[in-house]
Every structure is written in C-alpha cells, then in structure tokens.
C-alpha cells in the first residue's frame, strides 16, 4: 500500500512559479511510476506529467510541455512537479499518483490533492 500527500500549493500571480511535491509512504516507492493530474471546477480530471520508476523518462501534457518539470528522489520517496510561466488556465487542484502494473493488474494511488491558484 501507498499514501500520498501532496503539498506547496498556493495563490501566485500568471508569470509565478511553484513547486509541488509529494511524499509517499512505503518501501516500495520506487517500484511506482508516478504521475500528476489536475481537475479544474466542473472540468475532468486531466493528465499533466508522468516519470517512471527510474525518473529517467517524462512525458508532459501539450498543455503544460516547456512550463512544467516533474522529477523524483527515490531515496527519499518523493516526486516534484516544478511549475514556471503560471497561466490562469492552471489553476486546479493538482493531484499525485502511483501506478504499478504487475501480473496483468494495474494498481492506483492517489493523494488528497493541492489547491493551485493563478491570479491573472
């Protein structure tokens, strides 16, 4: 099992920059890839970054790509999403996830998710 929680959500001006991070529970961190998601009020909620198990590779939504850096420490059980050139479309609650696949089964976490807010 894993346990997210996410944090360094905040109010900051289009231009700003922000750094979210996410620190997860268990000694089975780095078996997980790890991505971001976001949902903005009455929108779905949409994939914004993902690395994996290694951090060696990212892929970034079109909307986020040049702006947006995600990047981990599996030593110590955390992954950041780095956010510069702030839009006011970016404002959303930003969530973490993990992910596993193994044996055919695809294995989901989530945290409780960040508020982000960018003023225009």
């Known amino acids: 099992q894993v346990q997210l929680v996410e944090s360094g959500g905040g109010l900051v001006q289009a231009g700003g920059s922000l750094r979210l991070s996410c620190a997860a529970s268990?000694?089975?961190?780095?078996?997980?890839?790890m991505g971001w998601f976001r949902q903005a009020p009455g929108k779905e909620r949409e994939f914004v970054a993902h690395i994996d198990r290694s951090g060696g590779t990212t892929y970034y939504a079109d909307s986020v790509k040049g702006r947006f850096t995600t990047s981990r420490d599996n030593a110590l059980n955390t992954v950041s999403l780095q956010m510069n050139s702030l839009k006011p479309e970016d404002t959303a609650v930003y969530y973490c996830n993990a992910v596993r696949s193994r044996f055919g089964r695809t294995t989901n976490y989530w945290g409780q998710g960040t508020q982000v807010t960018v003023s225009s």
């Open positions: 268990g000694r089975t961190f780095s078996h997980y890839d």
